[in-house]
């Protein structure tokens, strides 16, 4: 929806379990449409498209993309950001580090991701800029030689050019945003910093993720800030929050809940000597159980969610970006909510329904917006 700052306010619809167009579409149906009805039955409301491979293919059609454009038309919504980090299935089976296949060194992702621009270009509003999230360029224990970064680089800027055309041809403004995530091949603001040194362009920026620059246990505003006097665009944030363990090796017991066969959950832990040590999955973490003082978990719980003592959430770094953003309103257009973990989520944290989570998540970000006057 567009808020009174002029930013525009999604959530991301990778919540939604969907592989075909049709799945896609009847996931819109079925949760988002009910979504708009509680939270803002008289506004246009904004979506934040999650399309496979397979559903942008399907969705391609020009037959197909003309009736969606009608079907949004006729609710009352709009498009105006896709996530492309997940390229196939994303629910209900495996995904873990395949989430980050095929990588930027592939023509895949090229093709897939300037798919998305040309689904995004016939969709786009004429009052809105255009954003696609996407991975960052691969994961570290992927990338083996200099050649696979150069290949990243490579087709980032093929992309670039893709929507550099699409935005001449179509009169609009659009964006890629790549989004730092921990052990992705640049996973934290500093290198972030460096690997965007040699690849300036106006179309590719970042894709700022609270919970993950929260789980690198980065202060917001510092982030933010360094993106920023480096001239690095803020293509979108992702308002999501990450679980957090003051005491972890008191706490195995209470974290074991948190494991499941499907996402990739990566931990940091700050240990006694305040050094950082990173592990690829909570299992991983939970195994060895060194000493540690916190430990931060990509492990996306909602944004209204409270957990009893010693667990807790990063919801401050969310607040924090918010407080950045009012002081810096033009810095970024588009935010969206990001909580996909509903289907495994400990019971003490479901909600009755993933509607219901969503009509939360939107209540508690709208109230915290317009206490800082952007809503």
Known sequence: MKLRAGHDLAYSTNVHPAESWSETLRGLEQITLPVRAAVAPNERFGIGLRLSDRASRELAQPDVLAAFRDWLDANNCYVFTINGFPFGKFHS????????LPDWTSSQRLEYTNRLFDILAVLLPNDCEGSVSTLPGSLKEFVREDAQIEAIRRNLLRCAQHIADLSNRHGCGLH?????????????TAETL???EPLRSEHLGVNYDACHFAVEYENP?????????????ISKVHLSSAL???SPNESVALLQPFQDQVYLHQ????RPEGDLRRYKDLPLALAENEPAEEWRIHFHVPLYAELSPPLSSTIDHVTGVLDWLAENPRACA??????YT??????????????????REHDWTLARLRERDLA
């Open 93 to 100: 089976r495996r995904v873990k580090e395949r989430v980050f």
């Open 176 to 188: 890629l945003g790549l989004e730092p995530e921990p052990l992705g091949l640049f996973e934290n």
């Open 194 to 196: 460096r690997f965007f």
């Open 221 to 233: 505003r510092e982030s933010l800030g360094a993106l920023q006097k480096a001239g690095i665009r």
């Open 244 to 246: 957090r363990c003051l």
């Open 267 to 270: 931990v940091i832990a700050r």
């Open 334 to 339: 588009h935010l969206e909510i990001e909580t």
């Open 342 to 359: 509903w289907d495994v989520l400990p019971g003490s944290l479901r909600s009755d329904s993933i509607v219901d989570q969503l009509t």
